[in-house]
């Protein structure tokens, strides 16, 4: 008891001694020392590129591990990444991978072709279980084989013609195939590590442990605390490690946006994953060099659930979108920089341009309603408007209420419901109106306008329409951009006159980031490869 | 004496069973499950999602399983965190969680049971007061409250912290406060009460009598009575702060497990959630038997009660 | 003193909202957040409403939940603690093995698991609330019937052939009245106090309705730009906690001087 409580008391005074120790990173000798320290997000759920989706994933795996293309860090273009250079076949289905003659995994072995294959065989596996094993039913028997009716991975559309060079046959003529390339579930594994810890479907990840985890990405992972800390190195190996000049990366997992930011405040990170609405305002009115905002590949929209009653009439929803003031919406409520949405694809991707208009016109707005059978509002009934709790939802469907109620003299209840009670009223159609997000994959209009097909497993609305379908059809055989192009304007205006959503306004990336950061330049699906990054000391 | 202690055993035991099965059937309860995201998956691939983690089964099925699996120490994998069990991440959060619940409690103790002594002793007068309205404080300023305003006084405006983490002994020094103040509060009034009551007593007044000083009093005679409800506090107070501390550990961005329990919670990580629960309530059981056998030891009269319902 | 500023408080929570300018979900979109003025005594949120038409609308649901909650509490507790205190002996031992398992169940998760398995309904609230706070309420009764129980007027009661539910609920209940209202007045900060923590999980009341721990949970978030949003909700519940408390005590001292430290359990 004695010897204990001295302990204690000697435990307080060292607490109350080291008071002046100041925060746990100093921010100038990590620059100096080329050491980036990141916000990240929640937890990642691991590192098995298979097993996992979402972005803070995303962010580490792709630190990582490298696919066959590498990310544009300023926008759209294609590098090279474990392929040097590619060939199509005229007919769009035959693709030929080059490899860089001294591609290496972080344990020194040359990355071969049989490594995609392996890889591509697991995702493809369906004991595996992987979320994204659909992004490989492009490939020809790809879904075949997943679903088993083909035994024989031979026959599936993925080949090593030599070390140097794999051949991958579509099953379609794919226009966007190369963009999923860089996407991480595609990325190659290491064969020998993930044999050596249980086999391709050992379910512990033993393999993905700092120290098992073998790795081709300009990075290797050195530690990995969950909920703390997971620290990324420079691979030697790596084929371009010459380009790489950052010494380390640290992931910082943060579950509270406030936290972050008053991390990032006192010198703790170098980079924020996000930014709370208001401090957006704060930030922006003392022109702070700190704050970054910049265009996202997304749209955020009100899903209609078109089997109900009264939304079951177009007029109905035409109505709500015309008294749908989204400039004000955007301007005086969000404040940072969104756009308002004139169409449900965001503009940027490659020559296609949405030609549709939203625009906000009250009179008409009536007007419909009217004609529906509720002149001002009356006889409408109640409707729900569902969104997952949070702050800022309930702040924005506060907004929407009213607009409605002002605009058309109708009711809104709003219902807040927690994330995963949220996406299951969704799935069984249990909502009238929900608020939604979706972020673009890759860049093709497609990304957005396929969820809308009839059965389409993001559908929620009830609407589809067989012209659309057909449509979306076509687009994935139609080889000429500016055909396809075309089709994708005809979905788009078919869409935006039936309204089964609402499009308010396009994402953007709102975060802080430290000037000492370069090569770190705005990208519309927000990656930045790592690869690319560096940091300047500010000068004395 | 050995079959009272028994007894608590098994009860302990049952309460156990209890609280497992109730967990357990409540989660399924709950809508949406752990495969569940914002982009639908192919339903094949839900499908063997499901099979992989045997979710297909009937519900009562799984949960003979389930018991029988943790009998012998296994709580499964984890659904969310794929790459880990649910024992690992248990083992990886405990320990902070645990370092973080003994600061604040040794943190409450120091001070609930000072300002407790010092209003107690001075009844009545500006310091009881004094100390008193410091306790109400404590006790009406919400943990999330609380946290930000240390943090933005000592860490932002002052710079003398970090303003998270759980590295630096410093670090340490605003979540262990954040989370221990409302238990200071509890324990200075508890304190405060039994010292005024104990000092009515006729033994205290027969020593204070014979002349023994304040000093030798308050020690040798007032504190040991006084101390019985502290005690008796101690023991739900020491599991509460166990389970209690996720909001001082997303706040202060803290590894522990509270914070592992709240996202197993949100996500319907259904094997975290529950060997979560198991691991906690095994904890609290525990913690009120030793604090009723603390009390047995202390105080023999209470023996003759029945069952020895002490709270 | 407390019972004056509680009753100015609770009137101020009722009639308040009547004789207000602004409606509490009244927007300006374009007003957006201001410090307290001529206009608005408390300055507007983000979205343009008057901040002080919110915190008498929000009194009321913070009143509301407090005393809801607190009554539910309140009649599963006396009936619980006061069955079992009556009935002693297996019944009691059993009754209270199984309030203990309860108390070993970690609430806050429970909470979390019942808002989410049964939607976020106000009544839901209040129930999910009680069902946490019963608990103590039922030792408290519980303690207080075993004691009377032996009493003389009871064996007497029993002489006479009188039910054992009449005996129980006419006859001793009101004789250990005291103790229940002091501790009843005591467990309504305690329940305002956890709505506020719900709202803070993002469990609380449904919007655009808002109560004093909703006010504070968004509060919070803005506490360096908007300060004002966070300390006039907090000041109101401070307020009503400090009252009830002090009413809480001045009341237990008041009638039943000797039993203490049982009732801050």
Redesign the interface.
Known sequence: MQKNSLKWILVLVSMLVSCQGGSQNDLAQLTRDQIYAVGNGSEISGLDPHRVTGVPEDHVISTLFEGLIGEDPKGLGLLPGVAQSWRISKDGKVYTFEFQSNAKWSNGDAVVPEDFVFAWKRLLTRDLGAEYAYLLFHLKNGRAFYDGSLKDFAQVGVKALSPQSLEVTLEHPTPFFLEILKFYPTYPLHRGSIESFGGPLARDGKWTQPGNLVSNGPFQLAQWDLNKVLVAKANPHYWDASMVRLKEIRFYPIDSRQTEERMFRSGALHKTESLPLHKVEAYRSENSTYLRIEPYLGIFYYMLNTAQKPLNDKRVRQALSLAFDRKGFVEHLLKAGQKPADSFTPPGIGRYVPKTQLPYDVDRARQLLAEAGYPGGKGFPSIELLYNSGEEHRTMSEAVQQMWLKNLGIRVELVNQDWKVYLASRKQGKYTIARASWIGDYMDPGTFLELFVKDGGNNFTGWSNPRYSQWLKETEVEMKEERRNALFEKMEALLMDEVPVIPVYYYTRAYLLRPEVQGHDPQLLDRHPAKYLWLKPPAP | MIQWAIRRVL?GV???G??IS??FF??R?????P???????????QE??L??YHLDQPVFQQYTNYLGRILHGDLG?SF??????VNQ?IE??VWITFELGV?AL?YAMVIGLTLGIWAGTHEGTWQDRLAMGMS?LG??L?S??LG??L??IF??KL???????????????LPVITLGSVYAS?LA??MR??IV?TQREDYIRTARAKGLSEGAILIGHTLRTALI?VM??LG?AAAALL??S??VE???????LG?????A????DYTM?LGT?VF??VL??TF?MLSDFLQMAMNPRIRLQ??G?L? | MSLWTLFALMLLAGIGPLFATHTFDQQSLNLGATPPSWEHWMGTDTLGRDLLARILVGARISFLVGFAATFVSLVIGVIWGGLAGYCGGKIDSLMMRIADALYALPFIIFIILLTVVFGRHLLLLFLAIGAVEWLTMARVVRGQVAQVRQAEFVLNLKGFGFSHFRILFLHILPNILGPIVAYTTLTIPSVMLLEAFLSYLGLGVQAPMSSWGSLMASGVEGMEEYPWLLWFPALGLGLTLMSLHFLGEGLRDYLDPKKKQELLL
Do not use: H
């Not at chain 2, 495969?35 to 691939?45: I, M, Q, T």
């Not at chain 2, 969310?80 to 069990?85: A, G, H, L, N, V």
């Not at chain 2, 003398?160 to 020094?173: E, Q, R, Y």
């Not at chain 2, 997303?250 to 522990?256: D, R």
């Open positions: 009860q049952l309460v156990l209890f609280v109730l967990t409540l989660i309860l709950a809508p949406g499950g495969f569940d995201r914002d982009r639908n998956l192919p339903a094949e691939v063997k999602l099979e992989t994998p969310i965190r794929s790459d880990r069990s991440l990886a959060g600061y040794f109400l006790m009406g919400p999330f409250l930000p305003l943090v933005w860490g932002m710079g003398w912290v970090p303003v998270s983490g759980w590295d630096s002994p410093a670090s340490k020094i509890y009034r508890l009460t039994g009551e409800p008796n506090f739900p389970s209690g996720f909001v997303t706040l202060f961005q803290i590894p522990g914070r592992f329990y709240v996202q919670a949100f996500n319907r959630i629960t906690l309530s609290v059981v009120n029945e069952g319902d709270s």
